[in-house]
């Protein structure tokens, strides 16, 4: 996690700057459906590097968005899911899908 002094001291960046990135917003989006392995999202994020795909949960699981499960198996099982935290982002998320929905049925023509 993250100190008060590493964060901005606006509210709005501060949120930009733990999720504010296209791939680390399309991974919370799979992970409000049910926990991911991470091949399974590796295949579902199109255009992602695995290094990013590493990156970005590590730095999700830092900050406290994410949880990483290990199951004691061979081989090894890894799943992730949005913490408690994370799942407070569920409001946000859902308003920027209703958003998006709005903007394509408003703005854009066939």
């Not at 049910?34 to 399974?40: G, I, K, M, T, V």
Request: aromatic share 8%; charged share 25%.
């Amino acid at each position: 996690m993250k100190t008060k002094a590493e964060l901005p001291d606006c509210p709005v960046a501060t949120t930009v700057q733990l999720i504010g990135n296209k791939w680390k917003l399309l991974i919370m989006r799979n992970l409000l459906v049910r926990p991911w392995r991470f091949n399974e999202l590796h295949k579902s994020l199109e255009g992602i590097s695995q290094k990013v795909l590493t990156d970005s949960l590590r730095s999700m699981e830092n900050d406290g968005i994410i949880t990483r499960t290990v199951y004691p198996e061979v081989p090894p099982r890894v799943e992730y899911a949005l913490s408690p935290l994370g799942e407070s982002m569920r409001p946000i998320l859902n308003a920027m899908q209703d958003w998006g929905n709005n903007y394509k049925e408003t703005y854009l023509k066939d």
